[in-house]
């Protein structure tokens, strides 16, 4: 079995900074792409940015400098830092990875709330 478990959401103010953070355990012997979406309240679950193995790296663009993902491959683990943050920003965050032969794993997801 594989598990995600996210952590780092909260309650920040408008321009502020979060981290997430995301790590990935169980019987993973090698991740292709991990990302990060969100879902708004009465919306669609978006993309948000996902980093290949190689190290690329994808927006959407509505967070184009203001996020940054990173990983660490020897840690299973995946980062997204969110600055400048807005309150359409406010939404569940989740994290997924994807691992050899299609298979996608999700998070359970956090809260994050840009509110002042």
């Known amino acids: 079995q594989v598990q995600l478990v996210e952590s780092g959401g909260g309650l920040v103010q408008p321009g502020g900074s979060l981290r997430l953070s995301c790590v990935a355990s169980g019987s993973i012997y090698s991740i292709n792409t991990m990302a990060w979406f969100r879902q708004a309240p009465g919306k669609e679950r978006e993309f948000v940015a996902h980093?290949?193995?190689?190290?690329?790296?994808k927006y959407v663009d509505t967070v184009k400098g203001r996020f940054t993902i990173s990983r660490d491959n020897t840690k299973n683990t995946v980062d997204l830092q969110m600055n400048s943050l807005k309150a359409e920003d406010t939404a569940v965050y989740y994290c997924q990875i994807q691992i050899p032969f299609a298979r996608i794993y999700w998070g359970q997801g956090t809260q994050v709330t840009v509110s002042s």
């Open positions: 980093m290949t193995s190689s190290g690329i790296t």
